[in-house]
């Protein structure tokens, strides 16, 4: 789409598609970059194949793989996520954020509530729906019970100090830990990549994939081999992380089923369910981003609203809206002490929660980021990166509140304890069953995972096609049916080869080498909006 307005576009020969290799046969047709799509397309297939038929052998690896990059690479891991915050609120206050992007004079694609209801979908969904009971109840446990030590060492999962015995202490460090993993930091990963991406392709007039970002670093270069090798990363970063979500999603989709109807849970329940939300993902991929991604991710925004006024509603109301503001602030005061990447006392912490959702919204962030990009354009600088991490960082602080907030207090006030006891997927049910018309809501919360599931997979695959295309953003239909299938095969093939644990060490191994490229597309951001003319 050509510019609207004032631009500095990018002089270079290069045109989207040069180095594709177009094939058709009959009425199918390929076109791919030959190198971007080759290598990572035969480096997943071998995966999955090599996975399913070592599915014992492979599972120890996993762990120990998950343990040794969550352990040795904590500081990293933290201290980036750190920086992309930083490097995301200097671009809004500074000049360079009146830049806009398609050109001085362009105007928004969708609506605000469009726009959001995208955004929310595409970045958070199965794992607001995974963690919104289960992770302030793990953390106010663990808070709660206080700290052990042996042999000098802190074995107790509890974020910073604890706070051994005290209900109400424990409740906002749970809550302020939780918001800490769902709310600037990841939303400032995602818009790092994003805004790089909208950039460069709206304004600077380059290929719609993530080599471009790098243009100002490598010059005509990120059209040869150090480009490839980004784009590769990005599509494996993608699949990876995408795969992880969808383990979780086909987890607590199967406890929610068994829990309901009594649904046999293990492998084969969960398999089912992934080859056949992938079938329904495969329909929408079809129907293309408008028509597909958009109007699922509305039907979604809806219910999921109406499944947590529900819960405002007839759980422990004045707590909940009380509970938000006091989280929030619990948030504030103990964000830097969460976010200190040295000298932790808390490792369990630290490195089983904080380093690993780092390493794995880092390998969402460049399916997430062109997600984001596609549907940005018209925005300025400062009204996308205030949009993108604030708007949704306050909808998680809310989810989170009142999912996580009512739970907490089932198990202080009412001393239930059938969701702390149970089974992270089941949680989420578990809390549902104390209050009124729990089949009814248990119900839709299957529902809004499995179309959670369904957007994030659709698309995940367009977003991975545009890349293995070379930028091309209407590549032949067979492509984007072979990177949807695949999605599904690799997470199939991580629930057999260790389930959640072998889905988080692909999500953290690829999300580290992804983590410095992310870092060095902050730079070319900055450079790329630094030579931009802006909106007046």
């Known amino acids: 789409m050509s510019p609207d307005g004032a631009v500095n576009p990018i002089d270079t020969d290069y045109k ?4 594709n290799i177009i094939v058709n046969v009959g009425p199918f047709g390929l076109d791919i970059h030959n190198r971007v799509f080759a290598i990572s397309g035969l480096l997943v297939v071998a995966f999955v194949v090599l996975t399913l038929a070592f599915q014992n052998q492979v599972e120890p690896l996993f762990t120990a793989m998950r343990g040794w990059l969550t352990s040795n690479l904590e500081g990293f891991f933290i201290a980036s996520g750190n920086l992309f ?8 206050i500074s000049p360079l954020g009146k830049v806009r992007l398609g050109g001085t004079e362009a105007t928004p ?24 009971v289960s992770e302030p109840l793990s953390h106010f446990g663990s808070a709660f019970g206080g700290t052990t030590v042996e042999n000098g060492v802190r074995t ?19 809550m302020a830990a939780t918001i800490y993993h769902w709310a600037l930091h990841p939303w400032a990963m995602y818009a790092t990549i994003a805004l790089g991406l909208a950039l460069f392709s709206f304004n600077k007039g380059l290929p719609l994939t993530v080599r471009s970002v790098f243009y100002p670093l490598l010059g005509e270069r990120v059209w040869g081999w150090p480009g490839h090798v980004i784009d590769i990363l990005a599509v494996l970063a993608t699949l990876f992380g995408l795969a992880t979500s969808l383990g979780y999603g086909a987890a607590q989709a199967s406890s929610g089923l068994h829990f309901l109807f009594d649904v046999p849970l293990g492998n084969t329940t969960q398999i089912v369910l992934v080859i056949g939300i992938t079938a329904i993902a495969l329909f929408s991929v079809v129907a293309g981003l408008d028509a597909g991604v958009k109007r699922l991710s509305e039907i979604n925004m809806i219910l999921a609203v109406l499944l947590m006024l529900f819960v405002i509603a007839v759980g422990p109301t004045s ?23 040295v000298g932790r006392e808390d490792a369990n912490f630290s490195q089983g929660w904080t380093a690993f959702y780092w390493a794995w919204w880092i390998s969402w962030s460049p399916f997430v980021g062109m997600f984001i990009a596609r549907v940005s354009r ?10 993108v991490l604030i708007v949704p960082s306050l909808a998680c602080v809310l989810w989170m ?10 198990f202080v006030r009412d001393g239930y304890a059938a969701a702390t006891e149970a089974e992270l997927p089941l949680q989420l049910f578990t809390m549902l069953d104390a209050l009124p018309l729990a089949s009814i809501t248990s119900f839709l919360a299957i529902v809004l995972v499995v179309v959670f599931f369904v ?72 450079k790329g909006l630094a030579s931009e003319p802006r909106a007046g």
Request: net charge negative.
């Open 85 to 92: 915050v930083l490097v995301c609120l200097g671009l809004a």
């Open 109 to 132: 694609d969708y609506t605000y509530l469009g726009w959001f209801s995208m955004l929310f979908a595409a970045g958070m969904g199965i794992g607001l729906m995974f963690f919104g």
């Open 401 to 410: 509140t009142v999912f996580g907030e009512t739970a907490i207090l089932q």
């Open 16 to 19: 989207v598609g040069q180095d």
């Open 455 to 526: 957007t994030s997979s659709d698309s995940g695959s367009l977003v991975i096609d545009v890349i293995a295309a070379g930028g091309k953003v209407d590549a032949p239909l067979p492509q984007r049916v072979f990177w949807c299938a695949f999605e599904g095969l690799v997470a199939i093939a991580l629930i057999l080869g260790g389930g959640l644990v072998a889905l988080q060490a692909m999500a953290v191994s690829t999300g580290l080498p992804f983590t410095i490229v992310l870092l060095m597309s902050a730079v070319a951001v900055i």
């Open 378 to 387: 018209g925005r300025t600088v400062r009204e996308f990166i205030l949009s």
């Open 319 to 341: 707590d909940i809206l009380g509970g938000f503001f006091a989280n929030l602030g619990a948030y504030v005061q103990h964000l830097p002490a969460l976010s200190n990447p």
């Open 156 to 174: 107790d999962w509890a974020p910073l100090g604890a706070a051994a015995g005290d209900a109400a202490a424990a409740t906002r460090l749970a």
